[in-house]
Nanobody, 118 residues
Framework: QVHLVESGGGLVQPGGSLRLSCTGS????????MAWYRQAPGKQREMIAS???????NYAESVKGRFNILRDTAKNTVYLEMNSLKSEDAAVYYC????????????WGQGTQVTVWS
């Protein structure tokens, strides 16, 4: 069974940066496309960044140029570097291997909360 754990969220001022981490047990990430999703209050969870096993990366328009998805295969970890944070980036962030833009292949972890406060 795959178990995902996200961490690194927190409280940050607009314009600030955070780095989120995603680790997993029961799965080797390098074999999969991995993605970060986020869910803001009252909104549907959406995919915002993905990286393929060959390191091809894609981003939602809302985060392009500000966020960077990385994988460390040795640590079986996927990161999301978030820069120039805006209030609209506030959400719970999750990682998974994408089934589609809204659903993942595996059960969701607990997520990590990002709060952008001014």
């Amino acid at each position: 069974q795959v178990h995902l754990v996200e961490s690194g969220g927190g409280l940050v001022q607009p314009g600030g940066s955070l780095r989120l981490s995603c680790t997993g047990s029961g799965v080797i990430f390098r074999a999969y496309t991995m993605a970060w999703y986020r869910q803001a209050p009252g909104k549907q969870r959406e995919m915002i960044a993905s990286v393929t096993p060959r390191d091809t990366r894609n981003y939602a328009e809302s985060v392009k140029g500000r966020f960077n998805i990385l994988r460390d295969t040795a640590k079986n970890t996927v990161y999301l570097e978030m820069n120039s944070l805006k209030s609209e980036d506030a959400a719970v962030y999750y990682c998974n291997s994408p089934r589609d833009s809204y659903e993942g292949l595996w059960s969701w972890g607990q997520g990590t909360q990002v709060t952008v406060w001014s």
